[in-house]
């Protein structure tokens, strides 16, 4: 079994910032993605950004470019969101993902979740 356990979270003011960390454990896999998804409440979960941990390619949502930056600890099977400019809209849940074998670009797409972490902007 793959648990993903998710941390970082809170409350910040708009245009802050905040770090997430997601570490995994249990069983690995040769090619895999690690990335982010946020759910809103009333919204569906949406990716945010993925890592593949191979070549360390990485996608962004267009509502977090520029202001998210997402990367990986190998030694660590780390994946961090590091969360800058923060909007109220990047309020939400944000739930680790990894995928065995493939990339990420959809709820679908995912093996394991993590249990969230909750984000809140607002001043």
């Known amino acids: 079994q793959v648990q993903l356990v998710e941390s970082g979270g809170g409350m910040v003011q708009p245009g802050g910032s905040l770090k997430l960390s997601c570490a995994a454990s249990?069983?690995?896999?040769?090619?895999?993605?690690m990335g982010w998804f946020r759910q809103a409440p009333g919204k569906e979960r949406d990716v945010v950004s993925t890592i593949t941990w191979n070549g360390g390619i990485t996608y962004y949502a267009d509502s977090v470019k520029g202001r998210f930056t997402i990367s990986r600890d190998n030694a660590k099977s780390t994946v961090y969101l590091q969360m800058d400019s923060l909007k109220p809209e990047d309020t939400a849940v944000y739930y680790c993902a990894l995928r065995a074998f493939g990339v990420i670009r959809t709820y679908s797409d995912v093996d394991f979740w993590g249990k969230g972490t909750l984000v809140t902007v607002s001043s």
């Open positions: 249990g069983r690995t896999f040769r090619s895999f993605t």
